[in-house]
């Protein structure tokens, strides 16, 4: 079977920092992150390609969220600078086969790692 298992998630303080990890049982072409805020809609966060020449951001992350990769590992992270308090959500991993648009058209999905910052 197909996993994805998320880590580190927590508790920080806001302006802090924090970083995700998502452990993959195999390897995808593209591997991202999204988050569902309490009482939303899942969003896109962020997504990069097997080969890193691409990592993309939803405007809320830009300049403040790095996804990055361990392909040997099968391993992607989110690292999150200057959290807010609106960045307080259930974060999940996600992996598809194809690089590109259709990434996550039939995507794997991890359990989910919840994030809480305090203001």
């Known amino acids: 079977d197909v996993q994805l298992v998320e880590s580190g998630g927590g508790s920080v303080r806001a302006g802090g920092s924090l970083t995700l990890y998502c452990a993959a049982s195999?390897?995808?072409?593209?591997m991202g992150w999204f988050r569902q805020p309490p009482g939303k809609a899942m969003e896109w966060v962020s997504d990069i390609s097997a080969s890193g020449a691409t990592a993309d951001y939803e405007t809320f992350a830009k300049g403040r969220f790095t996804i990055s990769q361990d392909r040997a590992k099968n391993t992607v992270y989110l690292k999150m600078n200057r959290v807010k308090p609106e960045d307080s959500a259930m974060y999940y991993c996600?992996?598809?086969?194809?690089?590109?648009?259709?990434?996550?058209?039939?995507?794997?999905w991890g359990q989910g790692t919840q994030v809480t910052v305090s203001s």
């Open positions: 195999r390897f995808f072409a593209c």
């Open positions: 996600a992996a598809g086969e194809s690089e590109g648009s259709s990434c996550f058209d039939d995507a794997y």
